[in-house]
């Protein structure tokens, strides 16, 4: 079983950078999308930024112009660089990856967690 495993989360003031990375336990084959999500505390879940097989992105309103999402195939690895930290960007940050062979098959990785403050 294939697993997520993020990193680069932590404390930041505002302004400031983070690269989040998530990196895969094994191979994936067939990925059709790659991800990132955020919870904030008391908020849904909800789609940061997108990355499909075709390398067309897609980004949430809130961030664009400020987040890059990108993938390294070789490495089974996808990033997110986000710049520009906000306050409200605080949240526990998941990647998640979509792959289409035999079957759908979407993984989640366990989160980490961002926080912005001064």
């Known amino acids: 079983q294939v697993q997520l495993v993020e990193s680069g989360g932590g404390l930041v003031q505002p302004g400031g950078s983070l690269r989040l990375s998530c990196v895969a336990s094994g191979s994936i084959y067939g990925i059709k999308v790659v991800a990132w999500y955020r919870q904030a505390p008391g908020k849904q879940r909800e789609l940061v930024a997108r990355?499909?097989?075709?390398?067309?992105?897609m980004y949430a309103d809130s961030v664009k112009g400020r987040f890059t999402i990108s993938r390294s195939n070789a490495e089974n690895t996808v990033w997110l660089q986000m710049n520009n930290l906000k306050p409200e960007d605080t949240a526990v940050y998941y990647c998640n990856i979509v792959a289409v062979g035999a079957g759908r098959d979407e993984y989640w990785g366990q989160g980490t967690q961002v926080t912005v403050s001064s």
């Open positions: 990355l499909t097989g075709r390398s067309t992105t």
